[in-house]
């Protein structure tokens, strides 16, 4: 498998039974539109277009897909039609215009999510793999800088340009209002002293761990594959960079999600025969824990273990989705809704109770079919660079649980999805 990584981009089949069939002959399909949206995400947080960019950047997309004959969907893509349905179907449960504002917001982050996951599927030679894998590559390398600004800048917050735009009934959504005031950490006291967890350039803190966990294995591609265009030297002191914010996080989600990433990769590549890859993965791995346990992080590490101050709240929640479901079986909530007991609004932590309260039992069926469907389908990797994207949706599903999908992580998993099948199928 080691040895596979040369031929990246090739296009002859490599052996393996394709998953879908290859379009016709066309004009490329243009880079911009995935440049725009994934490098430049820390441009669009300062200006407070983070959240919205995953909705405008597709539709470029869209009118080069529509122009475009003989497209393709992953085998299993009628999971996802199922989840599309349900969740529009839930807007009948939605009952404010600030709750409308949220699930519009997060409908069309679905159906971008879907176009960019055809229009990568469908790039080829306009769209090579590895300024793919750049374009995610810089964008995780933008996380660990962000997770240092914490340090620098502190809670530092403000209304970003696009907020006076956005009217104040709008801004009474949370996630909106987040998006067009961004900051760069929230100062936590949950191991007996202040910490800054980072957030930038995502709105939470969750979603800042949930991300560097799903973008480390883009760093992982581009240390194997030269045309990306980053030194190996580079990308080892950037993963070393990396262990630092993502200790002073308290992600213990983050800490598992990649600790089992590596665990199964290093696992594969074994199997797999790759000497090399696993030699690398074990490295890696090795590097961490000692990073931890030889310094004062092994402190951080073990006074947040002996803290899940927020486990209780979250066991709560996970009832009151589950709850919340029962009532609404088949529409669900559309949204996530307060509870009376001043914790986070039922249906935020974690992606399954999200989808469960908000889009109801089929939704959530539909989206773990298609989440593992893809994940399944993706399994046989013939490069260390497919093997790591295929990584990428083994390490969003073990955050099913505790993190959200939307709209980061989505959009990561499912061009993660679309990269492994073309590199599993075509090598293109």
């Known amino acids: 498998m080691a040895g596979a990584v040369e031929d990246l981009d090739r296009e002859e089949p490599v052996g ?30 300062i200006l407070g277009l983070a959240g919205f960019t995953w909705v405008l950047f597709p539709l470029p997309m869209l009118a080069s897909l529509v122009r475009r004959r003989g497209l393709v969907v992953p085998k299993g893509f009628g999971w996802w039609v199922i989840f599309l349905v349900a969740g529009a179907a839930s807007v009948f449960s939605i009952d404010s215009v600030a709750r409308l504002a949220g699930w519009t917001l997060r409908y069309g982050y679905y159906i971008g999510a879907t176009i960019t996951l055809i229009y990568i599927l469908n790039g080829r030679a306009g769209l090579p793999s590895h300024r793919i894998i750049r374009s995610f590559t810089w964008l995780w390398m933008a996380t660990v800088v962000g997770g240092y600004l914490a340090f620098i800048v502190g809670d530092l917050s403000f ?34 002293f202040p910490i800054p967890r980072p957030k930038a350039p995502f709105p939470y803190t969750n979603s800042w761990g949930s991300m560097l966990g799903l973008l480390t294995p883009f760093g992982l591609m581009a240390m ?77 590490v073990a006074g947040r273990l002996d803290n899940g101050h927020s486990d209780g709240d979250r066991t709560e929640l996970i009832l009151d989705a589950i709850e919340g479901a029962a009532e609404r079986p088949v529409f669900g909530w559309g949204a996530p809704r307060p509870n009376d007991r001043n914790l986070p609004s039922v249906g935020t932590h974690g992606q399954i109770w999200f989808v469960l309260f908000s889009h109801g039992f ?17 399994r046989r990797q013939p490069t260390v660079a497919g093997m790591w994207a295929h990584v990428v949706l083994i390490v969003g599903i073990v955050q099913l649980p505790y993190y959200l999908h939307v709209p980061h992580q989505l959009f990561t998993m499912l061009a993660a999805a679309a990269l492994a099948i073309r590199l599993q199928n075509d090598v293109v």
């Open 224 to 300: 194997h594959e030269p045309r990306v265009g980053f030194s190996k030297t580079l990308i080892k002191v950037m993963l070393g960079a990396s262990v630092v914010p993502a200790v002073i996080s308290l992600n213990r989600g983050l800490w598992l999600s990649l600790g089992l990433g590596l665990i199964y990769a290093a696992f594969r590549f074994g199997v797999a025969g790759g000497s090399r890859a696993v030699r690398n993965s074990i490295v890696v791995a090795v590097f961490l824990v000692v990073s931890v346990v030889a310094t004062p992080l092994n402190g951080i």
């Open 362 to 378: 089929i939704g959530a069926v539909g989206y773990l079919g298609a989440i593992f469907s893809l994940t399944w389908r993706t």
């Open 159 to 192: 209304l970003a340009p696009a907020g006076y735009f956005v009217p104040a009934v709008l801004r009474e959504n949370d996630l909106i209002n987040a998006l067009v005031t961004p900051s760069f950490a929230d100062i936590q006291d949950i191991i007996g």
């Open 16 to 45: 393996f039974r394709p998953n879908y069939t290859r379009p016709e002959a066309a004009s490329p399909l243009p880079m911009w539109p995935i440049t725009g949206m994934i490098t430049l995400m820390p441009l669009w947080f």
